[in-house]
């Protein structure tokens, strides 16, 4: 193998073209999985449905599943600040990183729903993940379980995760946002509130 | 002798290791383990578990509005609740059990303050405390025969008349219930 020589063109391993392609390639798969995205629960939401459905020997028909993530919100909360709101909108958008719901229906014939199965088998799972629940309701054919992060919890980030079980019919929810425009807004109520109250006093 | 240096420091620094995570899981000294309860087939189960993060979370909520109440949150580390429908499949066993928790928190150096028996429905509340003057956790045990069980652990500094408001703050009507019945 001989020198190279330096007075020949350097050629590429990929012609511009080949870029192009994979450039559309990735963006494609990229809003693929953007949009399917909008379809898929959360890690903690599948968690909670799976382990509700693994419980229960049926059928699960999916009526729907919606995840907006922190972009989405983020995009929402940008483009809020385009008009003129009342601060109460206002807080609600800024308040809001993260929303998702799931709901599913178990189909006729199904066998005997064991709550207690459902509530530590969810336990188990999340507390893997460092997720506790802190109220867990079981009463008649209903089961309602919330759950909140182990640590991290502050009112400038706040998450939860629900799951509903009522009859055959299944929700699992969650929500994560920043509570201190809200809290603002309450507050704000409360100072004016207080002044008339001071004011009437007098 | 190079490997002298490296065993012994792993020798001396593993039981200190495991020494420290075996603490690091003991309860607190106010914090009861009451078990797992299962659900009684058809009747009611609820449990309430508000950890500390929730509990700070609360106290920040609520300062501006209620300071005296947010102090009072501050000295909390855990509020646990389980209430239990009893029905003849689960009645002598949460009786078994509620005898059983009876025993271990006397056994533990736990103060009885109140005994209420009347007709089927018995209330017990215990007090553990440090040196006479700081609570370090509250666990009211009742059992009414023909409705439910309830088992309240408290941890942290707080008075048995309190309860009623902290049952309010959290929205844990059981606790509101016990609480409002203490006060009288």
Not at chain 2, 60 to 70: C, F, G, M, R, S
Not at chain 2, 82 to 92: F, P, Q
Request: proline residues 4%; charged residues 25%; neutral net charge.
């Amino acid at each position: 193998m001989g020198p190279t020589n330096p007075s020949e063109p350097t050629v590429f391993p990929f012609r511009v073209r080949d870029m192009v392609l994979g450039g559309v390639l990735v963006g494609f798969v990229l809003a693929v999985v953007g949009v399917t995205g909008y379809f898929r629960l959360s890690s903690e939401g599948t968690i909670l449905r799976e382990s509700a459905m693994s419980c229960v020997s049926g059928t699960w028909d999916k009526k729907i599943a919606l995840h907006v993530g922190m972009l989405t919100t983020g995009l929402v909360r940008a483009g809020s600040h385009l008009f003129r709101l009342a601060p109460e909108p206002r807080a609600a958008f800024d308040t809001l990183r993260g929303a998702e719901v799931g709901l599913y229906k178990l189909q006729e014939g199904a066998g005997w729903v064991d709550h207690q199965a459902i509530l530590a088998r969810a336990d188990r799972a999340m507390s893997a993940r460092r997720w506790d629940r802190a109220v867990g309701v079981s009463r008649e054919n209903e089961l309602v379980a919330v759950y909140f992060p182990r640590r991290g919890l502050s009112t400038e980030r706040m998450k939860c995760c629900v799951l509903v079980l009522q009859g055959r019919d299944l929700i699992v929810a969650g929500a994560s946002g920043n509570l201190e425009p809200l809290l603002a807004i309450a507050t704000k109520h409360l100072d004016l509130k207080d002044a008339t109250q001071h004011f009437a006093l007098r | 002798m190079k490997y002298f240096m490296p065993c012994a420091l792993g020798t001396a620094i593993l039981p200190l290791a495991v020494a420290v995570n075996v603490c690091g899981e003991a309860l607190p000294p106010g914090q009861v383990d009451f078990g797992t309860f299962s659900s009684p087939s058809g009747g009611e189960f609820v449990e309430v578990n508000v950890t500390s993060s929730l509990i700070s979370l609360a106290t920040k909520l609520i300062e501006k509005e209620q300071p005296d109440v947010a102090q009072v949150l501050r000295g909390l580390q855990l509020v646990h609740v389980n209430v239990i429908g009893v029905n003849e499949g689960n009645r002598s066993e949460l009786e078994t059990r509620v005898q059983g928790i009876r025993k271990d928190l006397e056994a533990k150096g736990w103060e009885r303050i109140v005994k209420v028996q009347e007709k089927a429905q018995e209330v017990g509340v215990y007090l553990k405390t440090q040196n006479k003057d700081t609570v370090q956790g509250l666990v009211v045990v009742v059992i009414d025969g023909g409705k439910e069980a309830v088992f309240v652990n408290v941890v942290g500094d707080i008075k048995p008349e309190q309860l009623a408001m902290l049952g309010e703050k959290f929205h844990i009507d059981p606790l509101k219930k016990i609480g409002q019945e203490i006060e009288k």
